[in-house]
């Protein structure tokens, strides 16, 4: 098939292109390179998809309606992956500008390319944080979410809703999913465990939150992409639930997926398995919670499974162990 993937460049993006490559797939990625991190990361990822034949890059903003039209009537694709976002909870504290652009009018933008120009299938990535102040455990999709902590979580819970107007309106068969704490090789670096790693490597001592009394549902990235590349075919039909774990709209093809390891686990043993793939101990700066973040996360990953076959099941100790041994490749340290 010929699917185009937004945010291509990205962590989960450039994994998902080369995934998608391999299988044989054409993929046109589109990419803004937005400098929130370091520009020549995302210009490595994009440099290693153009090797392979197949991948045709487009770098521009995403919601310059103009240019996307282009390349929508230019590439024709039957599946479209939004995974272009503005990502990160602290961040937004004090960029919220940046997350109404890249999340609510970048998004807005790409749904309404695609109604004039229909697809199979469209994908869109949502996050765990979209449960907020949830407290049953674990997170189900049919769970209402009306208390996000954090403008990350408030616009990408927003996309959920304006992209399900869309399928209801349009017609436009729509997963949405909700990933849970993705980490691995080719990360990024605002991220805890890239943090970690680089300070605990250089001799820094690290911020550790709420004394490190929380918990995350950890999802190595290659799990996810694998899930992702299986949702693909599972195009939501009206109509059509698999009961009765389904999230599937009463009223549009549209259908809220989680994918997460289903295994919380305690920050401060994530951080002892990256002390053991570096052979170093970290000095550990213990900090108050931070305004926007959770306790906890947990994912109830029967949906994912009931549709795809398949669950997330890669350990800490696998994935930090090759995230580590990338990290020490790409950086030579």
Known sequence: MKILVTGSAGFIGFHLSRRLLEAGHAVAGIDALVPYYDVRLKQARHARLEREAGFTPHIFDLADAPRLAEVLRQEAPEVVVHLAAQAGVRYALEHPESYVHNNLVATSTLLEAVRHQPVRHLLMASTSSVYGANTAMPFRETDAVST??????????????????????????????????????????????????????????????????????????????????????????????????????????????????????????????????????????????????????????SLLEALTGYRPATGIATGIAAFVAWYHEYYAV
């Open 148 to 301: 996000p902590l954090n403008i990350y979580a408030a616009t990408k819970l927003a996309t959920e809703h304006i992209g399900h107007s869309y399928a209801h309106l349009r017609q436009q068969p729509t997963t949405m999913f909700r990933f849970f704490t993705v980490y691995g090789p080719w990360g990024r670096p605002d991220m805890a465990f890239f943090k970690f790693t680089d300070a605990i490597l250089a001799g820094r001592p690290i911020d550790i939150y709420n004394h490190g009394r929380m918990e995350r549902d950890f999802t190595y990235v290659d799990d996810l992409v694998e899930a992702i590349t299986r949702l693909i075919p599972c195009v939501p039909q009206a109509g059509a639930p698999v009961a009765p774990i389904d999230s599937l709209s009463p009223v549009a093809p549209f259908r809220v997926v989680n994918i997460g390891n289903a295994s919380p686990v305690q920050l401060l043993d994530f951080i002892a398995e990256i002390e053991r793939a570096t052979g170093r101990k970290a000095q550990r700066n213990m900090l108050p919670m931070q305004p926007g973040e959770v306790l906890k996360t947990w994912a109830d990953s």
